[in-house]
């Protein structure tokens, strides 16, 4: 299970996808069968988590095309980094050139809402984690997140990228 390091928030959560725990071992829906936002109220104090598998083809191709990571929550939500992990599952060729990897809101021309993960953790030979935490940045109102890299292509690389997104949806 995760809890926040935050002292301020008084419930800690696991989730699988479509529910949450509470304190007290009930669950809560929180996503519908067909994976939109139920009409549950998200409060601040719920984190969220996202595993997403990034293929050699998306990071290869997310200088010209970011990778939605995040859907958009809705009319008047918005979508809070806490954090992202990343891992690189090394197998095969290496990655070539690229540049820095951030989590931004909606594509390329968006606010970064992470730090960054230095391009080396991409072209590395051996498996590589990295972690950075959001960023102080006004919120997007019904805006993807993505991930992408600002400067250049990587090119001839084979391996799978695993980022573990934690977030939190806010009504605004």
Request: aromatic content about 8%; glycine content about 6%; some cysteine.
């Amino acid at each position: 299970m995760y809890k926040p390091n935050y002292k301020s928030y008084s419930r800690w959560y696991t989730l699988n996808g479509a529910d949450f725990l509470n304190e007290d071992n009930t669950r809560t829906e929180i996503l519908s069968s067909t994976g939109k936002l139920s009409n549950t109220v998200l409060n601040n104090d719920v984190f969220l988590e996202k595993t997403v598998v990034l293929t050699a083809t998306n990071i290869k191709a997310m200088y010209t095309t970011a990778v939605d990571v995040i859907a958009a929550p809705g009319a008047g939500k918005a979508i809070i980094i806490d954090e992202c992990r990343y891992f690189l599952d090394s197998s095969g060729t290496d990655y070539a050139n690229g540049g820095v990897v951030t989590l931004a809101y909606t594509d390329k021309a968006g606010d970064a809402c992470t730090g960054e993960i230095a391009a080396i953790s991409v072209t590395a030979s051996a498996d590589t984690y990295d972690m950075v935490k959001g960023v102080a940045v006004a919120p997007v109102e019904n805006a993807v997140v993505c991930v992408l890299n600002a400067t250049a292509a990587f090119i001839t690389g084979t391996s799978p990228v695993t980022l573990q997104i934690k977030y939190r949806i806010v009504t605004l």
